[in-house]
């Protein structure tokens, strides 16, 4: 049986694509022994208040989706309880961050790292301060 650095991971991306590769990275990496994948924030947040599930490790957050954007997740997540939230929250990018954004990421404080899509592993571990089984 693999050993995995995290438990569970959730991705929120509105790519049904995206979030399939990036399970199998982060599985296939042996970063994270469950992947829950959602296509939008609100089904994520949804997921997140519900007492009794499984901790989270580290979120996975795409910034540019429909509806609620990477920051309005981020924002709603913020009035969660401690208690329901991940111990780690970090921000997926496909290109740099426009100005704008890179202004709204220093006024959230809910988000602990910028990461680029596609995920890399190392990175993520980097960035966790893990070592990697």
């Known amino acids: 049986m693999a050993e995995y650095a995290l438990g569970q991971v959730l991705l929120i991306d509105d790519s049904s694509a995206d979030n399939f590769l990036a399970k199998r990275v982060l599985k296939a990496a042996g970063i994270a022994s469950k992947v829950t994948s959602f296509l939008s924030g609100d089904e994520a947040l949804v997921h997140l208040s519900q007492a009794g599930r499984e901790p989270v490790d580290l ?17 709603e997540y913020r009035h969660l309880d401690d208690a329901l939230k991940a111990r780690n ?20 404080p ?10 890399d592993p190392e990175g993520i571990a980097r960035l966790l301060g893990l070592q990697r089984p």
Do not use: C, Q, T, W
């Open 59 to 75: 979120i996975l957050l795409d910034v540019n989706m429909p509806r609620m954007d990477g920051f309005d997740f981020a924002a």
């Open 89 to 108: 929250l970090f921000l997926m990018v496909s290109s740099e961050l426009s100005m704008g954004d890179e202004r709204r990421l220093k006024s959230e």
């Open 110 to 119: 809910a988000i602990d790292a910028v990461i680029a899509k596609p995920l």
